[in-house]
């Protein structure tokens, strides 16, 4: 237990550190294209998640990279932990996140969050979070950005899903993108607002994109890519500290005889 407060006192100390060196060369890169920004932000988040990696032990792997489209998509992605929002910028080519707006108050993070394009959002305001999902969406597709979005909305904890909110499918349906779910169990090593980050390895699952079609509307591409996401969650949850009780004793359980 000691060892794993040395590394993740480390992990966050390298994260106080560069942290303000990273926003500074995003401040001094303001100038630069929409892309040029978006080097510093990505190196930010790569930086940490080699630290998860190799200093904390909390590897992962990716099952499915088959299924990622060579078109920028809307990345319809389960939300534990922080945990995915660094590493879905190694897994997938360059993307947007949509966030809500009460990020950009959070000193250094938030500012230079907003310098790396994201889709902000005023949750309390539905019908113009709509909008504005919809307006900087296709000026974010016609830069060549993926879009990503926790259609849960907020951080779940393992083995309880969400209520999956339309706005992904809404984008993919308007833009002609394809939707790509993914799964993971990282909220199991990392739990929610949690200062440690426990060792293991995250398993990710990237499924067959969701292609708009011309009788299917947002709900249906939703739908389906909400039951392939939880149908997923249940055949790889249980393996960490902070499993669901009921998918660890699942996973333990000696297999049923024929």
Not at 110 to 125: A, Q, T
Not at 139 to 152: L, M
Not at 196 to 222: C, N
Request: glycine share 8%.
């Amino acid at each position: 237990m000691i060892s794993l407060w040395i590394r993740n006192l480390l992990y966050w100390l390298v994260l106080c550190v560069i942290t303000p060196l990273f926003f500074c060369l995003l401040l001094l890169a303001a100038p630069l294209p929409r892309r040029g920004r978006h080097v510093f932000g990505v190196s930010w988040a790569l930086t940490l998640l080699w630290m998860l990696e190799h200093v904390i032990g909390l590897k992962y792997t990716v099952v499915g990279r088959e299924n990622i489209p060579d078109e920028p998509s809307v990345i319809c992605s389960k939300h534990q932990s922080g945990w995915e929002t660094l590493a879905l910028q190694k897994i997938f080519p360059w993307q947007v996140y949509v966030a809500k707006r009460e990020l950009a108050w959070i000193p250094l993070f938030g500012w230079g969050l907003v310098l790396m394009n994201p889709i902000m959002i005023n949750r309390s305001d539905r019908s113009r979070s709509n909008q504005r999902l919809l307006e900087q969406g296709l000026e974010r597709k016609r830069h060549k950005f993926w879009i990503t979005v926790f259609p849960e909305g907020t951080r779940t904890k393992p083995g309880v899903p969400g209520k999956y909110k339309l706005g992904a499918a809404r984008m993919a349906k308007q833009f002609d993108m394809p939707l790509v779910p993914v799964a993971h169990n990282a909220g199991e090593f990392w739990p929610r607002n949690a200062f440690l980050k426990y060792p293991g390895e995250v398993t990710v699952v990237i499924g067959p994109a969701v292609r708009p079609a011309d009788d299917a509307g947002p709900e249906a591409m939703m739908a389906e890519a909400e039951a392939w996401i939880e149908s997923q969650q249940r055949l790889i949850g249980g393996v960490g500290p902070f499993a669901h009780p009921d998918e660890k004793r699942q996973r333990l359980a000696p297999p049923a005889s024929a």
